[in-house]
Nanobody, 120 residues
Framework: VQLQASGGGLVQAGGSLRLSCAAS????????MGWYRQAPGKQRELVAT???????NYADSVKGRFTISRENAKNTVYLEMNSVNVEDTAVYYC???????????????WGQGTQVTRLQ
């Protein structure tokens, strides 16, 4: 299973950005999908997750500003980022628990990361 993230870039103060991540490959099913981020000198942290049933979980720092959603038929997850602030600057990684065709267990997969930078 491969995860391809896109949508990162530069964002102005108070601006918005939308990240997308599509899972591809010999996929039987994708369970939880989500976004994590890693700022320079810091550990990778959870941003938001969403189950295949639509249940969501957010880091306190992004609640009310970011919205995670997904299209199950496309195995794609989105992250709508509003009111982006300087502390949101980081590399954002897509994450998923997927099950490949012919396999019985789920494994976790990571995308390549996409940079989000809030301009000063």
């Amino acid at each position: 299973v491969q995860l391809q993230a896109s949508g990162g870039g530069l964002v102005q103060a108070g601006g918005s950005l939308r990240l997308s991540c599509a899972a591809s490959g010999s996929i039987f099913s994708v369970n939880e999908m989500g976004w994590y981020r890693q700022a320079p000198g810091k550990q990778r942290e959870l941003v938001a997750t969403i189950t295949s049933g639509g249940s969501t979980n957010y880091a306190d720092s992004v609640k009310g500003r970011f919205t995670i959603s997904r299209e199950n038929a496309k195995n794609t997850v989105y992250l709508e980022m509003n009111s982006v602030n300087v502390e949101d600057t980081a590399v954002y990684y897509c994450h998923a628990w997927g099950r490949r065709v012919g396999e019985l267990r789920y494994q976790e997969y990571w995308g390549q990361g996409t940079q989000v930078t809030r301009l000063q």
